[in-house]
């Protein structure tokens, strides 16, 4: 649709978030159909300001009609978009529970129950909302959202396709088996029942390591994972990395030998075919979307049963023909979140609504 | 919490691969046996895992009519133990001045989210120590009441067999 404006908007931006990516990605579609397309942040990061507008600067022109809203969390964005004369698309990313929250950190839970009062106020103005998972978009549905339709994350290859940090990778070498989880240090993440694993897996292999990569997100999680894994005597088995650059985090997939996930709330899981397409052996907890997201590759688990859990880690390592298998079916899944498809969705989705 | 467990989806394994030679079934009783065989050979391993931030972890224990202060104190701390900052501004009759209401009402609300940041980053440090003190009291009292109600159970067959014992010396 050449010459008309669709613009997004986000509460936040920055380098490396899911939900910045995915605008991102979504702006390139947008200006290769030939739509005028600029990403607004409420918050963004210093690093954004070439990528993405402060929303203080955002003026409506008179012949536009629509923008794409991404919604995670709740802010000062939904209010500000329905007062304006604008139909919207919602992408709805799903709300992580106050409830993981409620007894850490009472702002981000209050943020959380706010986000979830404003679906009611953005569903009026919403001529389609997209759910980057059929779990989301169940939410979406019960929230009384009637054109709903799931529009998944893609993974953009070139972004790791990317040669190593050699320095990185050497160091990484040098320790043993190697799991990995990569997502912000939160509750709902369940770093914590990892340590608990590292613990049962280090009386099958003592060299083993767990490595975290992460924003420190949550004030005080941090420091009680590496309380824990002290207590229970596998500190020297644990790093955590902290939130890392893109080559790095490439870097920590292709040198581990797990990735394991004990995540109790996911509205898509991203490292999850971040390391499918790397490679890499997935074995995750069957929670919220998970399942959904891996279809039928990696391993599911539905209990954390953690001494044959570590078995099974210690089999994954040990058995190279069932490692191959699982790595094979896990490059055919992630064919699903591949730019053509996923793009070719997208566009099918703005026809729905005219916009193509 | 040592082995939670999701609602299960299925009635199926707990475990889910989708493989052509090994079965979801097989993978379990593989790494079941593998377990038990570990155990035999090295010993049990300790589970018993704390989980953060749960004070539901420790269900907050029911009053006894015998104890009413520990029960009333007890209660309030446990309803008390997250203050919740709302960052709810209020609205001003000066915010609703053309031009200047909306500057002000700019710089109002970036200077409550400021005041905000440092509160809540104070209360978060501060609910975090509330709510493992509330989590030890809450176990402490549980833990009192079991003993409490063994103690009740000794002390009624103390008087059973006492009574016996003065029935035969009849």
């Known amino acids: 649709m050449k ?18 990516d995915q605008a991102l990605l979504m702006r390139r579609w947008l200006r290769d159909l030939g739509f005028g397309s600029e990403i607004y942040a409420w918050h963004m990061h210093r690093g954004m300001v070439a990528d993405v507008r402060p929303m203080a600067t955002y003026r409506q022109s008179s012949s536009e009609e629509w923008g794409i809203y991404h919604h995670s969390i709740g802010s000062e964005m939904p209010d500000s978009l329905v007062h304006r004369d604008l139909r919207l698309i919602l992408v709805y990313h799903n709300i992580t529970p106050p409830e993981f929250f409620e007894n850490s950190d009472p702002l981000r839970a209050h943020l959380a129950r706010l986000g979830m009062r404003q679906l009611e106020i953005l569903r009026p103005r919403t001529e389609l909302a997209l759910a980057v998972s059929g779990y989301n978009e169940a939410e979406l549905q019960r929230a009384g959202f009637e054109r709903t339709a799931v529009q998944p994350i893609c993974l953009p290859v070139e972004r790791y396709d990317i040669p190593l940090n050699e320095r990185l990778a050497a160091g990484l070498a040098r320790s043993g088996p190697r799991l990995l989880f990569i997502g912000r240090l939160a509750p709902n993440k369940r770093q914590e029942d990892l340590v608990k694993l590292l613990h049962c897996l280090r009386r099958l292999r ?14 005080g999680y941090d420091r009680w994972v590496e309380q824990l894994a002290g207590e229970l005597g596998v500190r020297s088995g644990l790093t955590l990395a902290g939130k890392v650059s893109q080559q790095d985090m490439v870097t920590y997939i292709r040198a581990a030998d797990v990735y394991i996930s004990m995540s109790e709330h996911e509205g898509f899981g991203v490292p999850l075919i971040e390391s499918m397409y790397l490679g890499l052996p997935v074995v995750a907890y069957g929670a919220a979307a998970v399942p959904e997201t891996m279809g039928d590759a990696g391993v599911l688990f539905y209990r954390k049963k953690y001494e044959p859990l570590a078995e099974l880690i210690d089999l994954l390592l040990a058995d190279d023909a069932l490692r191959s298998r699982i790595i094979e079916k896990q490059r055919a899944r992630v064919q699903a979140f591949l730019e053509p498809q996923v793009r070719r969705q997208f566009i099918a989705q703005l026809a729905k609504v005219g916009l193509f | 919490m040592n082995e939670s467990e999701l609602s299960p989806q299925t009635n199926g394994p707990w475990l889910e691969i989708h493989d052509d030679v090994i079965t979801s079934d097989e993978l379990v009783k593989e790494v079941e046996r593998r377990a038990a065989h570990r155990r035999a050979e090295l010993g049990s391993v300790s589970l018993d895992f704390p989980a953060f931030g749960h004070v539901s972890t420790y269900p907050e224990p029911t009053g006894d009519a015998g104890n009413a202060y520990l029960f009333y104190y007890l209660k309030q701390a446990n309803q008390f133990s997250s203050p919740v900052v709302e960052p709810d501004l209020a609205s001003s009759p000066a915010t609703q001045t053309p031009v200047l209401g909306r500057l002000w009402s700019r710089i109002r609300g970036e200077m409550h989210n400021l005041v905000l940041f440092y509160v809540n980053r104070s209360v978060r440090e501060q609910n975090q120590l509330n709510l493992n003190l509330i989590s030890v009291l809450n176990e402490m009292v549980r833990t009192i009441q079991t003993q409490q109600a063994e103690i009740d159970d000794l002390r009624g067959e103390v008087r059973r067999l006492t009574g016996e014992d003065e029935q035969t010396a009849r």
């Not at chain 1, 010459?3 to 920055?14: E, M, R, Y």
């Not at chain 1, 003592?206 to 004030?219: F, M």
């Open chain 1, 206 to 219: 003592p060299e083993a390591h767990l490595y975290l990569v992460g924003d420190p997100w949550e004030v």
């Open chain 1, 3 to 20: 010459g008309a404006t669709l613009h997004q908007f986000l509460t936040g931006a920055a380098a490396g978030d899911a939900i910045t």
